[in-house]
């Protein structure tokens, strides 16, 4: 985020704007069952993962923006950090699944981020990410305007995200969705030696 909290100052109106992300079933594509830890990584008021406690999950929210944090504190069941993407305040191999929604190109460090987020994710855990792709036109004019109000913005494109998670053990998936890139990361299962 810039010095300036841009999201602090639409925090009140960000969910009624937003809303939730309803085009992506994050309950599926995070295979979310009762009994995970799950970290949305800039996360802002919790609109993804508003619902997951009642899916007998702990949800755990991590944004540097306290307004947007103020409004993740009104959904039931959120636990809320107020913390920096490129310093997870947890400790290794914690959470099940860990999620970014519409956030990395906000981030001031985008290699670190991505390291705190392998950290923080179990050996067999799922990690997703959703940005907007900025092979589409619409979102290079969503670029400018984010330059011009002077916010931190630096978009990737979908090989360069994937090279931030490129690590021993990972799979990688990419799928294009109208406007955005998901790109999933799970840990490979090795295969038996057959001798």
């Avoid at 009642?54 to 944004?63: E, F, L």
């Avoid at 670029?143 to 978009?155: G, N, Q, V, Y």
């Avoid at 931030?164 to 969705?177: K, M």
């Amino acid at each position: 985020m810039s010095v300036l909290d841009h999201f602090g100052i639409i925090a009140p109106f960000y969910d009624m704007v937003f809303g939730r992300n309803s085009k992506i079933d994050w309950v599926a594509v995070l295979a979310v069952a009762p009994g995970l830890r799950i970290l949305d990584v800039a996360g802002g008021t919790g609109r993804v993962v508003a619902d997951f406690p009642t899916r007998g999950c702990q949800a755990v929210v991590v944004d540097e923006s306290f307004g947007m944090l103020q409004q993740s504190k009104k959904k039931r069941g959120i636990q809320s950090v107020c913390a920096r993407a490129e310093h997870l305040p947890f400790p290794a191999s914690i959470f099940d699944r860990v999620i970014m929604v519409d956030a990395m190109h906000h981030l001031a460090d985008q290699v670190q981020s991505a390291a705190e987020m392998i950290r923080v994710l179990r050996s067999e855990g799922i990690l997703v990410l959703q940005e907007p792709d900025i092979r589409k036109l619409a979102i290079k004019f969503v670029a400018l305007f984010e330059k011009i109000l002077m916010m931190r913005t630096h978009f990737l494109n979908a090989e360069q995200i994937t090279k931030l998670f490129d690590v021993p053990d990972r799979q990688i998936e990419i799928n294009r969705q109208d406007w955005a890139i998901l790109i999933s990361v799970r840990r490979k299962l090795r295969k038996a030696n057959s001798q």
